[in-house]
């Protein structure tokens, strides 16, 4: 499916949110590889042409289209990208359609399993705002969210080095002695 006949098609969306919740689930999201990752180049890799080109933007108007959007942007940008700087190119984006999402309260609307995934492009980012506001995110879920330690997490890594060191590699980046010690001692890698 070309990415003009996936801007066209009216279940396009709902396609996305059916493969991520009832067939992957939480079992393949986190832990990928690469079975995963080409099952969601054979399948969406049109999608995700369409909407890093902004053919999508429709879908922000509607919680489940700005669901799935999300996810095409953060998630399977991760997936058809590994180790590779496109991982990462529809960051700011995929921020912004989040944080429109959530100024409509559509998370609010998402289910519990859903809800994270509007959080995660600001866990995701480089910038300290995000960061902070990642974990007040997850907080507002619940004080017992099981995401609360991975976005401290993460927070904790850009207040220290200002970017994630494991990104440098792949983004052309120079790592800094105290990255690359961090690195070595087992740090945070994505």
Known sequence: M????VKRSPSAAADILRFWFAEAGKKKWFRGGPDFDAEIRARFSDHH??????????WRTT??????????????????????????AADPYCRLVADG???????????VEAR???YLPFMHSERLDDQRRSVA?????????PNIPYAIEHARI???FGRFPHRNDVLGRTSS?????????????G
């Open 63 to 88: 919680p489940a289209g700005a669901l799935a959007l999300v996810i095409t942007l953060d998630q399977f940008s991760r997936n058809l990208f590994r180790k590779d700087a496109r991982a990462f």
């Open 116 to 118: 994270p995934f509007f």
């Open 158 to 160: 850009i207040e220290r």
């Open 101 to 111: 999402a959530i100024r409509r309260r559509f998370d609010r609307a998402a289910s």
């Open 177 to 189: 002695p105290a990255e690359i010690a961090y690195l070595k001692h087992g740090g945070f890698r």
């Open 2 to 5: 070309s990415a003009e006949r």
């Open 137 to 145: 995110l997850f907080k507002a879920i619940s004080p017992a969210s």
């Open 49 to 58: 042409a369409a909407a890093a080109a902004g053919l999508l933007e429709p």
